[in-house]
């Protein structure tokens, strides 16, 4: 059984149109996972929201750091997406995988929601492990 480690949840608001947030780091503590990020569940969960236009997007994703200063993208790394509709905003969601053995040391997620998207900065996205 795995086991939420507390000390690695970051949250943050989500952003208003055209704009992307991004949580703080965790510190992975090793240059790369390695076999390790195939045992490690990192979980990303949205809250609901009722501004998000219909027919457009959050995007999350995953992004690492050798440096804690200039991250990218997680190379074969998860993205999800949470979509807007029926007049109604989104549901909330929440999103589990796995890190790719090269994930770098520093660990965050970040969300984006294209332009006419509407403002979620109300509501919250909340990057979690399980170990």
């Known amino acids: ?4 480690d507390k000390s690695m949840e970051r ?4 952003p208003a149109a055209n704009a992307s947030a991004v949580t703080t780091s965790v510190d992975l503590g ?12 990192v979980i990303i969960e949205v809250e609901a929201t ?3 236009v219909d027919t457009y997007a959050i995007t ?22 949470v979509t807007g509709g029926a007049g109604n905003g989104s549901a909330a969601a929440s999103f589990r995988g ?9 660990l ?15 509501k919250n996205f909340t990057l979690k492990f399980k170990v």
Do not use: C
């Open 11 to 14: 949250v943050k608001a989500l």
């Open 60 to 81: 999350l994703t995953l992004e690492d750091s050798a440096d804690n200063s200039s991250f990218a993208a997680v190379v074969g790394g998860p993205a999800y997406t």
């Open 50 to 52: 009722t501004t998000l």
């Open 30 to 41: 090793a240059a790369e996972v390695g076999p390790v990020g195939a045992n490690l569940d």
């Open 108 to 122: 965050r997620a970040k969300a984006a929601i294209p332009t006419s998207g509407g403002s979620s900065i109300a």
């Open 1 to 4: 059984m795995k086991v939420a």
């Open 98 to 106: 796995y890190l790719p053995p090269n994930t770098r040391r520093y």
